[in-house]
């Protein structure tokens, strides 16, 4: 499991429901059932990762986030997990209306566009950055709207979300010391983490 799974998965209380969005080969899922023993179930967009999941006895959905989030009830879960998606969502604002409608807390982790050396690379080379997170070509790439920790804070805000927990960590695994300083945190973590809960 990637490390912001194993931090989300921390997050999350046993024997609770989830709903994990673009659950890609359904890690996640796998992980919440067999340790925390959740209810733990996915959507993906991917069919050949949805047939992956399926093969291997996880109960995943071929489903689009942007379209499909409104077919469930309101509170059908404890937890709603979108996992390095937001910034691939056509609309993230309704995304994440649609998760805090149908969960009681939402748990997202996104890339941070705002690093300190994806700024570098744009500053000196005059092109997209590209890193492990960020490695694919931007014609190519299923980012359409990458943001920063500060935006994504903006965003709570605006909506008046509260966030319960966060944590910006980077890609070797360390939890990043900066992590109570959001401007901080904003220069120097790669990915982001946050639970949120509706007021």
Same mark, same amino acid.
């Given at each position: 499991?990637?490390?912001?799974?194993? #931090?989300?998965?921390?997050? *999350?209380?046993? +024997?609770?429901?989830?709903?994990?969005? +673009?659950?890609? =080969?359904?890690?996640?899922?796998?992980?919440?059932?067999?340790?925390?023993?959740?209810?733990?179930?996915?959507? $993906? *967009?991917?069919?050949?990762?949805?047939?992956?999941?399926?093969? @291997? +006895?996880?109960? !995943?959905?071929?489903?689009?986030?942007?379209?499909?989030?409104? @077919?469930?009830?309101? =509170?059908?879960?404890?937890? %709603? !997990?979108?996992?390095?998606?937001?910034?691939? !969502?056509?609309?993230?604002?309704? %995304?994440?209306?649609?998760?805090?409608? *149908?969960?009681?807390?939402? *748990? %997202?982790?996104?890339?941070?566009?705002?690093?300190?050396?994806?700024?570098?690379?744009?500053?000196?080379?005059?092109?997209?950055?590209?890193?492990? %997170?960020? @490695?694919?070509?931007?014609?190519?790439?299923?980012?359409?709207?990458?943001?920063?920790?500060? =935006?994504?804070?903006?965003?709570? $805000?605006? $909506?008046?979300? !509260?966030?319960?927990?966060?944590?910006?960590?980077?890609?070797? +695994?360390?939890?990043?010391?900066?992590?109570?300083?959001?401007?901080?945190?904003?220069?120097?973590?790669?990915?982001?983490?946050? #639970?949120?809960?509706?007021?």
């Amino acid at each position: 499991m990637r490390l912001d799974q194993q #931090l989300i998965s921390g997050m *999350i209380a046993p +024997g609770t429901r989830v709903l994990d969005i +673009g659950s890609g =080969d359904g890690a996640l899922i796998d992980h919440l059932f067999h340790t925390r023993q959740c209810d733990a179930r996915g959507i $993906e *967009i991917d069919m050949r990762e949805v047939t992956r999941s399926v093969a @291997h +006895g996880l109960p !995943v959905m071929h489903g689009d986030a942007d379209h499909d989030l409104a @077919h469930y009830s309101d =509170d059908a879960f404890d937890y %709603v !997990v979108l996992q390095r998606t937001l910034q691939a !969502v056509e609309k993230p604002r309704e %995304v994440l209306r649609q998760m805090l409608r *149908i969960g009681r807390r939402a *748990i %997202v982790s996104f890339p941070n566009f705002g690093h300190w050396r994806l700024r570098l690379q744009m500053m000196f080379s005059g092109r997209m950055p590209m890193n492990t %997170v960020w @490695h694919t070509p931007w014609y190519e790439t299923p980012n359409i709207h990458p943001c920063t920790i500060r =935006d994504f804070l903006e965003l709570c $805000e605006a $909506e008046g979300y !509260v966030v319960d927990q966060w944590l910006a960590i980077n890609e070797a +695994g360390d939890r990043a010391p900066w992590r109570r300083s959001i401007r901080l945190a904003n220069l120097f973590g790669e990915q982001a983490l946050f #639970l949120l809960r509706r007021k």
